[in-house]
């Protein structure tokens, strides 16, 4: 993939800007890796850079003047381009956003507007932390219960009801690039579920509300290697001045890759 990769990226229109930083920092990555190619015969991908606050009817002159100035939205009807919209877009009932919308890949901010978000084709952008060192990032404390409950302030149901920790909470949910998964994560036999406020789901783990239950079922060692494995995963949703291997960028890098056979539109020639 780093090695034969090529995208090619249409000139924005002017002015343009993105709005979220994770965007932008994408955008940016993108311009200055080897990813980037200046020639579109050599591209397995199109990007199509616009500015979130475009409405319809520019965004369909947009595609419009793609589909006459250049050949290559016909060759598929957008299907081999992608875009970055921070809430995604909508159905329209013009052609031209419409095949934007089906055909081509979004890449949005999770949480994306319900209904503008297609999961067999769409990406999300993982936020940017505001620590990019990976070791940094929140993470199991080493011992299971030293600093647990420090370690899960964030959830809400068994949080302390301070007023400091309540409108931390308060501040992340408002935050358009506060994003946990929603669905759990694997280490070999033990799953984690994430809550929204990022935490593990120990009421579907165990049936309470308390975790000591859950946690005096892992022994030191297996818990240790629960601890590496997320340390580990943890670069994967860092955002790094330089992209490096295994970063954020790399991994929408990868989600692309992957999509770049995806189904071809054609259209057919007239007899």
């Known amino acids: 993939m780093t090695t034969h990769f090529k995208i090619y990226t249409y000139d924005p229109p002017n002015p343009f800007h993105f709005t ?133 302030k964030l959830d809400v149901k068994i949080q302390s009801q301070s007023q400091s920790e309540t409108s931390l909470v308060q501040e992340m949910e408002g935050d358009p690039e506060f994003k946990v998964a929603s669905e759990p994560l694997d280490f070999g036999e033990s799953r984690c579920h994430p809550l929204e406020s990022g935490t593990g789901d120990w009421d579907r783990e165990n049936g309470t509300g308390d975790p000591q239950p859950f946690l005096s079922g892992i022994d030191e060692e297996r818990y240790e290697r629960m601890r590496r494995l997320g340390i580990a995963a943890a670069q994967h949703f860092v955002w790094n001045a330089t992209p490096q291997p295994l970063d954020a960028f790399h991994m929408v890098m990868y989600q692309l890759w992957l999509r770049r056979h995806a189904i071809r539109y054609a259209l057919r020639e007239c007899v």
């Open 20 to 152: 979220t930083p994770s965007e932008t920092q994408f955008h940016n990555s993108l311009l200055n890796s080897q990813f980037f190619t200046r020639n579109p015969n050599e591209a397995h991908l199109f990007f199509v850079p616009f500015p979130n606050d475009f409405s319809t009817r520019p965004l369909s002159r947009l595609i419009r003047d793609l589909r006459q100035s250049f050949p290559y939205w016909n060759r598929t009807l957008g299907a081999d381009h992608f875009f970055v919209s921070r809430a995604g877009i909508a159905y329209a009932p013009d052609r031209n956003v419409l095949e934007l919308k089906k055909n081509a890949v979004q890449i949005s901010v999770f949480p994306t507007t319900s209904g503008n978000f297609i999961p067999h084709k769409d990406l999300t952008l993982p936020p940017i932390h505001p620590n990019p060192s990976p070791l940094a990032l929140p993470h199991a404390p080493a011992n299971k219960t030293a600093s647990f409950l420090g370690f899960w």
